[in-house]
Every structure is written in C-alpha cells, then in structure tokens.
C-alpha cells in the first residue's frame, strides 16, 4: 500500500492563479479530509468528505473548493490564489468502524502564492 | 478561531529531561488523539484516549485524558534526541469533526 499520495510536493503560484492539490488514498478509506499548516496555528480543517459525493466544511474552507467522485481521490481546488494562501497542505483519510481513530496524512505539499 | 489550545508552544530541554505538553478544549470531546511530527515530516498517530480519566503508556510516553473530557497531557519520561519535533493534540467532536491543537515544538540538547 502506498497510503496517502500527494501531488505536487512544491508549488508557486502567482496571486490569482488556480491549481488543484491532487490527494489519493489506497487504503478504501471513507473519510478523508484537508488541513493547512502555518506556523503557530497547528493544523486547521479546510474542507473533509465521509463518502463518495458527500462533503462538508471545515474551519478555514473560504477560496477551496473540493469534490469527492471516488472513494479514492478527494482534490483541492484553489480558486483565486493569494499570498495568505502560502501554507503546506496536509491530506488525510481515516477508515469508518472499529475501536481506533487514527488518521493517516500524506507527505504534504508546500505551496507559495507570490 | 481555535478551539484546541496546547502549552507551552515551545519547549527546550536537555536529553534526560522530562517533558510535559497540555492540551485544552473549549468543549467536551469524544476522544483524543495525539500525533507527532518530525521536522520537515508529516503528522504521525501516537495514540487515541476515550474513557474520561483514561492514562495510557508508550514506553517513555503518558498520556491522560481529563475527568471532563476537555484536557489532556502528553508527558516524556528522560527525552532523548529522537523526541525532537511538534506533538500535537487532536480533538474528535459530536460533529464527527477533528480539530488539531496549535502544537507543542520540543527541543533536546544533547
């Protein structure tokens, strides 16, 4: 198993620009979801899935779009890029049932929005 | 804003040292968890707490879940140099949802 992909590993962008954030999972995990990190904020939820076609907000989902058309992928869309934007991007998944929550993050991908 | 609160935000030590981070929520949890991330690295599960009260040990590591199902702590028995990176606390809410604390980076002095 290859767990949680991400792609790319770096990116720049200049303000205004769009990207997607691809996110795969190989594990039939149901839940998956999209954190960003910035120095001395932790983890923050931007958007999280609990199935195939169903999605839900986090905390910071303001200029991110996502959509979850298999179990496997769950993509993140910038929009409109900006500087406030330059952050890493964490994917996770975890699987539904059982005793344990655990959450399995993908390598990250470092974004920067000039 | 944030609703999971860790102290200290930064702790250096020397190896030998014990170490202690405290995570603080806002609201009654369904469980915690508790993740470690290495330097440049990814957010890795240590453990998961459920039971109000519940203490479970990692070999050097305890963690305890408060009576209220609101706080935790994370104490490190003698660091050692491996110990070095952020742990961060995790919090399950009714929502099904998973908020992370703001992170306790650890520092050890050889």
């Known amino acids: 198993n290859a767990g949680v992909t991400q792609t790319p590993k770096f990116q720049v962008l200049k303000t205004g620009q769009s990207m997607t954030l691809q996110c795969a999972q190989d594990?039939?995990?149901?839940?998956m979801s999209w954190y960003r990190q910035d120095p001395g904020m932790g983890l923050r939820l931007i958007h999280y899935s609990v199935g195939a076609g169903i999605t839900d907000q986090g905390e910071v989902p303001n200029g991110y779009n996502v959509s979850r058309s298999t179990t496997e992928d769950f993509p993140l869309r910038l929009l409109s890029a900006a500087p406030s934007q330059t952050s890493v991007y964490f994917c996770a998944s975890k699987g539904s049932g059982g005793a344990i929550d655990t959450q399995y993050f993908g390598p990250g991908t470092r974004l920067t929005v000039l | 804003g944030q609703q999971v609160m860790q102290i200290p935000q930064y702790q250096h030590v020397q190896e030998g040292e014990d170490f202690t981070t405290y995570c603080n929520s806002s609201?009654?949890?369904?469980?915690i968890q508790w993740y470690k991330q290495r330097p440049g690295g990814h957010p890795v599960f240590l453990i998961q707490?459920?039971?109000?009260?519940e203490v479970k040990k990692q070999k050097r590591l305890t963690f305890q879940f408060g009576e209220a199902k609101k706080n935790s702590s994370l104490h490190i028995t003698a660091t050692q140099t491996t110990d070095v990176g952020t742990y961060f606390c995790?919090?399950?809410?009714?929502?099904?949802?998973?908020?992370f604390g703001t992170g306790t980076l650890l520092a050890v002095q050889p």
């Open positions: 995790a919090g399950r809410r009714a929502t099904n949802k998973l908020i």
């Open positions: 609201t009654t949890l369904s469980n």
């Open positions: 594990m039939n995990h149901e839940y």
């Open positions: 707490l459920v039971k109000s009260g």
